[in-house]
């Protein structure tokens, strides 16, 4: 492979990763985002805006020495180069839609369409782009899990969204109904942050993240069930302004750990239900409420609840 | 009590398959079989709901039934189930050297594929080694190619090889010893 190919794939972006914006507009050569487009909260670009206003400063005094740098700019000067037709608006950079040109300078505390995006991606869950399987159950990459069976999706804008799995809602099975939190109310990680009913049971779920709750998805209270049939789009329970993002962030499962941890959450359910046998060609079903015919159920939610 | 494992054909099974049933377990586990036929069909563990047999009391049947080997496998044609599973193709009683396994789903007919005996008998060797293990006191291991991994779909079954990892052949291994020297109860 020559020395320019070997640089060309470097830049390769894996499937379900974005670019950062510094490097959409050609400041940088290769960065992905690890913030979900929260530029506000995003370390890497107060960092870069810091770098560049001083070196902005310094080619004042020096200009020879500063010539030589390319980080004089930053991304929304770079992109405002660009020819007007040119200027991918920051949502058709994250795939949100198809193609939107930004009208606005980058401006988007004033952009009507950022607002009216703002508003629409709060109902609507993001799709998952990537789901696997692990054991028989989905998993949503690109999405962190608690050991409580919930999980935590970063999203635009630093709000978090929050659900519960799928080896909780197969373990649930038929959901009759949920007690989501109030509004405002401040969750935290590992506390009760809402409850599920099935029938006379329930069962009392942690949340994953600390944070203020600033929606609920209000379908759930007519159709409950929504939960069964799509745990990580439609039936996410409720979204948080986080407080403690990144230090929680660190306390959750996510990528390869998350495989290996609901691999051994299966091992412990098969043991636990099968009472001293155990079985190859195990799928499980999709209601194992019922398949435990009420069997030491509190056991079962005290261990998969962390309760 | 005989150092050997009865493979006991519930109903009716083809006798090729148990013949290399019983050969791959002498070859992989180094234990004798002897096959028991004419065992009585499984009426008492059908699920008329669910249209499948239970393994669980079909287990508890084999445990009753009179052997003097250490161990006995069950071999049945039929669908089974335990009630949190939509399916099992074998079913083992931890440490209690008993186990069965079904052939309904490891024949290509049951995917829609032409009949093909060798990959039915293949799939139905591994299944038998996995219980054999789990009926020793195996656990599932996390190596795909462990015979001892555990098969969700038929795809996982079919990707493992007919043998223990080093790891669980010498745990088997050392199970086997001392559930041969333990008196018969």
Not at chain 1, 15 to 38: F, H, I, Q, R
Not at chain 1, 67 to 81: G, H
Not at chain 1, 125 to 144: I, K, M, N, Q, W
Not at chain 2, 11 to 18: A, K, N, Q, S, T
């Amino acid at each position: 492979m020559t020395a320019t190919k070997k640089k060309e794939s470097m830049k390769i972006v894996p499937p379900g990763k974005k670019k950062c914006v510094w490097m959409e507009a050609g400041v940088v050569s290769y960065k992905l985002c690890d913030n979900n487009y929260d530029c506000s909260t995003c370390v890497y670009d107060h960092a870069m805006q810091v770098k560049v206003a001083r070196q902005k400063e310094a080619a004042v005094t020096e200009p020879l020495e500063v010539s030589a740098d390319k980080f004089t700019e930053t991304w929304v000067e770079k992109m405002m180069q660009l020819p007007a037709s040119q200027r991918k608006c920051r949502y058709m950079i994250t795939g949100e839609v198809g193609r939107k040109i930004c009208p606005n300078a980058y401006e988007c505390g004033n952009c009507s369409f950022d607002q009216m995006m703002q508003e629409r991606m709060q109902v609507e869950a993001l799709p998952v782009h990537a789901l696997s399987d692990e054991g028989g159950f989905r998993v949503a990459e690109d999405t962190y899990y608690h050991e409580g069976h919930t999980w935590a999706k970063p999203e635009y804008g630093g709000r978090v969204r929050v659900g519960l799995d799928d080896f909780a809602q197969r373990l649930l099975g038929r959901v009759s109904g949920i007690d989501l939190p109030d509004l405002g109310h401040q969750v935290k990680q590992g506390e009760a942050g809402f409850r599920v009913r099935r029938n006379g049971d329930v069962v009392s779920v942690r949340s994953p993240i600390d944070g203020v709750v600033s929606r609920t998805n209000s379908r759930l209270s007519e159709n409950p069930e929504i939960i069964n049939e799509s745990p990580y789009e439609a039936g996410w329970i409720f979204i948080v302004e986080p407080t403690k993002l990144r230090k929680n962030l660190k306390g959750l499962y996510y990528g390869d750990e998350v495989h290996k941890y609901m691999g051994e959450e299966k091992e412990r359910l098969l043991s636990m239900a099968n009472m001293g046998t155990a079985a190859d060609g195990a799928e499980l079903v999709d209601d194992i409420f019922e398949g435990l015919e009420g069997k030491d159920w509190d056991k079962f939610v005290k261990t998969f609840f962390r309760t | 009590m005989s150092k050997c494992v009865t493979i006991c054909a519930i109903g009716f099974v083809e006798e090729d398959i148990l013949d290399r049933i019983s050969g791959s377990i002498q070859e992989r586990c180094g234990i004798e079989c002897k096959i028991l036929r004419g065992t009585e069909n499984p009426q008492y563990a059908y699920d008329e709901r669910r249209c499948q047999y239970n393994s669980r009391l079909i287990l508890d049947r084999l445990l009753r039934c009179g052997h003097d080997t250490f161990g006995i496998l069950g071999v049945i044609q039929v669908d089974l189930f335990v009630p949190i599973f939509k399916y099992v193709y074998g079913l083992a009683l931890i440490g209690c050297q008993c186990a069965v396994i079904s052939l309904h789903r490891l024949r290509p007919q049951f995917y829609d594929h032409p009949p093909n005996r060798d990959l039915l008998v293949v799939r139905a060797q591994k299944t038998a080694l996995h219980e054999i293990g789990h009926s020793l006191g195996l656990t599932h291991c996390r190596d795909r190619r462990c015979v001892m991994y555990s098969s969700t779909r038929i795809a996982d079954t079919d990707f493992k090889q007919s043998h223990y990892c080093p790891t669980c052949l010498e745990l088997f291994t050392w199970h086997l010893e001392r559930c041969q020297a333990l008196p018969y109860p």
